[in-house]
């Protein structure tokens, strides 16, 4: 009996070892009234701005996820603004003495490039879609530095980023980041978190081709276990068939 006790204990060691390196149960953290963030796995972290966009009668939230391995970080998505983005990269610097030496919006929208001309300034790389390279060039807007068509992969430390075009949906430029080793993928606004009715923002959507490039991402990433949204709360591949379900309701 006193061994089995003892075996059990060490189970219940592992699991709430596991349960820590994928930021189960973590408490969120306020860097300011508008910034928020939180640990998904070992290496990645949710954070959520808030923003008041004079479109909407109320402030709007949206997700980034920042990566760090070592002395170096990548942010993927710029919310909303240079304000936000530096406030973020100080919390890593101070918190993990690390740099942010990768920054990729996942579409030229605000709430994914709105903080790019702030990474430039503290010396990262941007990788960008070239159909966001051109739109952003189009509205006078911060231009990424590099861009890429079709896919891309860059490191955080020794930490493979896969950067891919799945095709239209939410727009025609949005892209989706892989972290192999975390099981995470950033969708962005190409997917709705579950308590989301429909599809949003749907004035530049592409209808026709949004199931095919839905159908893409669920086949590439069979062995996801974080889906984090541009906007809600992340959790498992459901989201993409959420998404799905929520186009065909949206074609009707």
Known sequence: MKRIGIIAAAVLVMLAGSAASQGIGSEELELSPDIKVKQLTLNSWLYTCIAKLPEYDK???????????????????????????????????????????????????????????????????????????????????TIPKNSFSGEKTIYCGDLKVELFYPGAGHTDDNIVVWIPNEKVLFAGCLVRPLDATDLGNVSEADLKAYPETLKKIQDRYKDVEIVVPGHGAPEGRILITHTADLVKKQKK
């Open 59 to 141: 402030p709007v939230s949206g997700n980034g996820l920042i990566l760090v391995n070592g002395t170096s970080a990548v942010l993927i998505d710029l919310l909303w603004n240079d304000e936000q983005v530096k406030t973020v990269a100080d919390w890593i610097a101070e918190r993990f003495k690390a740099k942010i030496e990768y920054a990729v919006p996942t579409h030229y929208h605000q709430d994914s490039a709105g903080g790019l001309a702030a990474a430039h300034q503290l010396g990262a790389e941007s990788w960008a879609l070239h159909k966001t390279t051109v739109k952003l060039y189009d509205l006078g807007g």
